[in-house]
């Protein structure tokens, strides 16, 4: 039985990673692959790639209802059998419409698996450590989209989709063993518990300092999760002129964008708790938001104009390491709000906010492309951030926030 803080967020952590592998591989192989994948058209990419962000939408708040009266567990079990069979269905369905259903059950065991681990989280961590741990769960379920990415990145090079897809979904099948031992049968009666405790501020969660939050996580999910997922593959097969071998293998556009988005999964295990330790102080917190939103803005408008392709591959590196900053701070501003008011519905909130910003990202990406260039869509990508940057300003300088929380965030 698990019982300490730590082996309980790395457990639920280990679990996410797993079930996430073959999502991270489908965004690197099927922009480049398409076509082994029965696709007929380029929009229909976008659409397969962000569907199951838009069917988490009115998922999210169903699976907070779900887990006030089913234990975690439960959630854990439902997602696993979920996602075995969407990541099988990939290598051996070949027709658009049926993987867009599988890509909706993805969504949905997305849904139970992400949400429950947040209030996991926020559950079994201290107002002084959570920064810490949510950085510590989002490092640990990286490793996860680093396999997923690499490893689909190098084999769909030797191999075929349906072999990759057999691999991950194997994957899955061989972790549901491990969810008793891992996760513990934990309902939502003990979040209650904890949220009528007299420590916490019983102010309306509907503030100007959430909506601000919302946002961020909205801009988090459209940028990092949505359209530098989607377009990587494409912005380096763009610039990727000579191709490179090394041992006679011919190193490839998708194994250039599976390698650089793992280096990001490869050091958050130990940088997202780093950086979730310095969110846990009260100097360093404004001073990482700001980092990380102007950061990612700069960073995505000269990627937009670069053209030689080892500058341009030294920025996308620059960036991992902007967005792991990026998604710790939000994941953590969320988690602080939502412990101070009401965890189900602000956690819910981010969830959902995160998933419009991911579908909308890569769906938006790909209708741009339709029209115009990379260049327009990553400019139009850092303008949104920068935007975001200056409204945190304003509102720090104003002094917006509806409840006292020592200045944080």
């Given at each position: 039985m698990i019982h300490s803080a730590r082996t309980e967020v790395i457990g639920i952590a280990i679990l996410t990673g797993i079930a996430v592998m073959g999502d991270a591989m489908l965004f690197i192989v099927l922009p480049i692959y398409w076509v082994d994948f029965g696709l007929t058209a380029i929009w229909q990419i976008g659409v397969l790639l962000s569907i199951n962000r838009f069917i988490r939408l009115p998922i999210n708040p169903l699976?907070?209802?779900?887990?006030?009266?089913?234990?975690?567990?439960t959630g854990i079990w439902i997602a696993f059998i979920l996602t075995i069979l969407s990541t099988f269905s990939y290598g051996f369905v070949h027709n658009f419409w049926i993987l867009l259903l599988m890509r909706i059950f993805w969504g949905i065991a997305w849904s139970l698996i992400r949400l429950g681990g947040f209030l996991t989280v926020i559950t079994i961590t201290k107002e002084d450590s959570r920064g810490q741990y949510v950085g510590l769960y989002n490092g640990i379920w990286g490793i996860g989209s680093l396999l997923g990415m690499l490893g689909g990145g190098i084999l769909i090079t030797f191999t075929s989709v349906s072999m990759l897809s057999t691999v991950f979904s194997f994957i899955a099948c061989m972790a549901?063993?491990?969810i008793p031992a891992l996760i513990p049968v934990m309902k939502e009666k003990e979040i209650k518990q904890k949220e009528t405790s007299p420590?916490?501020?019983?102010?309306?969660?509907?503030t100007t300092r959430v909506l601000?939050?919302?946002l961020t996580s909205f801009t988090m999910g459209f940028v990092i999760f949505g359209l530098f997922s989607?377009?990587?593959?494409?912005?380096?097969?763009?610039?990727?002129?000579?191709?490179?071998?090394t041992f006679s293998v011919t190193i490839s556009a998708a194994m250039i964008a599976g390698s650089i988005q793992a280096i990001r999964w490869a050091w958050d295990p130990w940088l997202a708790?780093?950086?979730?330790?310095?969110?846990d102080k009260n100097k360093s917190q404004n001073l990482i938001l700001y980092a990380a939103l102007f950061g990612t803005g700069i960073v995505f408008f000269i990627i937009g104009q670069v053209t030689h392709f080892l500058t341009l591959c030294a920025l996308l590196l620059a960036f991992q390491l902007i967005s792991s900053t990026f998604v710790t701070t939000s994941d953590t501003l969320a988690a602080k709000v939502a412990s101070k008011t009401n965890r189900i519905k602000v956690?819910?909130?981010?969830t959902v906010m995160i998933d419009v910003g991911a579908a909308l990202g890569p769906l938006i990406s790909f209708v741009l492309l339709?029209?115009?260039t990379l260049t327009m869509v990553y400019t139009v990508a850092a303008i949104l951030v920068i935007w975001l940057a200056g409204g945190w300003m304003m509102f720090h300088t104003k002094k917006l926030a509806s409840y006292p929380v020592n200045h944080k965030f």
């Open positions: 699976v907070g209802y779900f887990y006030q009266r089913f234990s975690l567990q549901l063993p491990a420590d916490l501020i019983p102010s309306s969660w509907k601000m939050v919302l989607s377009t990587l593959s494409s912005i380096i097969e763009q610039n990727y002129v000579q191709t490179w071998s708790p780093l950086i979730g330790k310095q969110l956690m819910t909130a981010h339709e029209y115009f």
